[in-house]
């Protein structure tokens, strides 16, 4: 496991000075970004020390923020270790991460196309759009929040408080998985052709064909994926 460096991540080298309001808000905001996108990787150590020595705060809203990423998912306290960056495993993320995923927006975009359809539609293809521009120039980052965007918008679409509830509880673990899935991606076409696939699948009209494409898409390719990783 490696050790976060106060000095080491601020960009430039420089302490990061936040506003005194919302600083919580703030930390937490900035190390979910590192964690998400890889700055921080699974298994570093974040120690309160270092963190507040980087923020310029002291110890007390670093303890608030590395809780509130706990309740997330993104870290893990070990007692009398510390606090460490999650290492998500893939029978985890397989058995898991990938059943709920598909559970929520199986039920939030079948109740979406149900009765939002056209705005459903409408969204989803300025989405799809915009994400093959962004993949035109290997913008893999812009991807990746489309990404999550196109999904997000099945489940808000939806109207369903428990739906967009249970979408939120594990969004940054979504968002985590999205990002480290798509390094090992051949070409971020693959991410567009996937979602338009969804999009036709709703057009589609049929219940069976949009179960079908969610499954692959959220179950099937990702499972391949990690287990082509693991040969």
């Given at each position: 496991m490696t050790t976060l460096s106060a000095t080491a991540v601020p960009a430039g080298g420089h302490r990061q000075s936040l506003p005194a309001t919302s600083v919580r808000e703030a930390i937490v905001a900035t190390l979910r970004e590192d964690i998400v996108t890889g700055s921080l990787t699974a298994g570093t150590q974040l120690k309160q020390d270092d963190l507040a020595a980087r923020f310029g705060v002291s110890p007390a809203p670093i303890r608030e923020a590395l809780r509130q990423l706990e309740n997330e998912g993104l870290v893990e306290h070990f007692p009398n270790r510390g606090v460490f960056v999650t290492d998500i495993s893939a029978e985890d993320i397989v058995n898991l991460l990938l059943p709920v995923r598909l559970a929520i927006e199986t039920f939030g975009v079948k109740k979406s196309a149900a009765t939002r359809r056209e705005q459903l539609l409408?969204?989803?293809?300025?989405?799809?759009?915009?994400?093959?521009?962004?993949?035109?120039?290997?913008?893999?980052?812009?991807?990746?929040?489309?990404?999550?965007?196109?999904?997000?918008?099945?489940?808000?679409?939806?109207?369903?408080?428990?739906?967009?509830?249970?979408?939120?509880?594990?969004?940054?673990?979504?968002?985590?998985?999205?990002?480290?899935?798509?390094?090992?991606?051949?070409?971020?076409?693959?991410?567009?052709?996937?979602?338009?696939?969804?999009?036709?699948?709703?057009?589609?009209?049929?219940?069976?064909?949009i179960e079908e494409v969610m499954h692959e898409h959220i179950i099937e390719h990702p499972t391949e994926q990690l287990r082509g990783q693991s040969d």
């Open positions: 409408s969204e989803l293809d300025d989405i799809v759009s915009r994400m093959r521009d962004a993949a035109a120039i290997d913008d893999l980052r812009t991807v990746n929040e489309l990404d999550v965007q196109f999904h997000q918008t099945m489940v808000h679409l939806s109207g369903s408080e428990q739906a967009i509830r249970l979408w939120h509880s594990v969004h940054s673990r979504i968002r985590a998985q999205i990002y480290r899935m798509s390094t090992r991606l051949e070409s971020p076409t693959v991410v567009v052709d996937d979602h338009q696939a969804i999009l036709d699948a709703i057009r589609s009209e049929d219940p069976g064909t």
